[in-house]
DNA sequence: TTATATTTAGTTGTCAGACAACATGATAAT
DNA sequence: ATTATCATGTTGTCTGACAACTAAATATAA
């Protein structure tokens, strides 16, 4: 039997869909901008309102724009390229998917620590650590953003020249973001919690500066383990709490 | 000022597309089945067919439903692939990726093995063992297909019982078989090249088995690059005797 | 003048009904 | 038995309408 590619037919509103995501990334249309009316995007794809609702519609769920009852259309700030579609993402967070990630970063991590530890250039290394710098300066002021912990894991990934893991690292800290969007798990505000999180990360840093793939293996597997750990107790903490409250 | 948060007047397409997300991953709807018509679902969710529409097509859009002109609406089965797997192909043009993959696995694998020889089933055990069966029975014939090769592989990373790493596992072990078929690297018809693999499966197996994990985790490694090796001896030899030709 | 209601125009949210395009299986013709 | 044709149900798109909402212009009250 021949194989062939079946021929899609594309629909109207994916078609429109596309057309917006492409001027998004290149640029013509930026964070914060208002999109045309649904009646004047009628008039320039031709097309019915229907057709523009339902491709617009499909743009919010995937949080790409926001459409403001009354107001109109806004495109989001949001990366392209490291977007992960959330309803897709609602389907795979069920409980217990925290720590499925953790394991699963212990496992990359694990070894692209070891590959940055012997492959990372100059450059590699004055990246991490002006990300260093950036979440002592945090730390300073009390308050530790995930923001900067989860580019230095990819900066490690990325030091390691293997694009392949790199890329699976920054899948993955994307389903981290959205985790903790869902759990709110703030261990971050644990009082002396921030101090310990940099100080872990200066000794995985140290560890590939001196060019010590086993020791730098050590201190990631040892931080992301101490991740796993506080998550765990806060979650008792807090279901305990809950079953008190009643 | 005070930080309150906005309160989201939710939308009818937003809210079915949930709920619709929801019945999927309560197992209620499984991937093939199909949606009730729209025409129910209006009838169902109490709304008009736009609405219905809104919800489907941005479901469609996430890749979570597949509409059929004519034939009704159906689950896809979805997994992290959908979101690794369009930035993942882009790599696959640069020759040399075959090594990044490998080396990949190398970080996958060698942990998923880890997590296998712990938490493995008794059906694991079995699902591993035919495959085994398999190859020898290929071996025998003297050809050794790639097919139940990286199925091993696959169950493997299934007894880790870590969805996520599975997930990743299925995307490199796709990536895997589009680079041998561009790069038709067919190391496997070297004579005694097939029994030296199934061997060194058997190795890895049995560690399983005896719920050793150091073990495992050694043979699985030794096994990628044992690979990796011969990939690189075959090419090196392939573009000798290139060279020689002209 | 300033602050507060009110109105108004523009925009999004939802609905109803219609028809075209398509898939499938039953029926009829070859 | 194979091929055409048709009947039916489903999805794809359109038109038009109205309700709900926002923001700015206008009117009103202090």
Redesign the pocket.
Known sequence: MLEVQKIS???????IAEQIITLISNGDLAPGDK??????L?EMF??????I??A??AL?MAEIIE???????FIRDIDLNTHIHPLAVKMLIKSGTVYEILEARKAIEGYTVILAAQHATQEDLRDLENILAKMKEEMKLGHLGEENDLIFHLRIAKASHNSILYQVMESLSGLMKHCQKHTRQYSRCIPGRPREIVNQHIKIFQAIVNKKPNAAQKAMLDHLEDIRITCQNLENKLSMENAEGR
């Open positions: 037919k594309r629909k109207i509103p994916q078609e999109l045309p009316t649904e009646k004047k009628e031709g097309v019915s309102r229907p057709s609702r339902e617009l519609s919010e459409m403001r009852h009354g107001e109109g259309s």
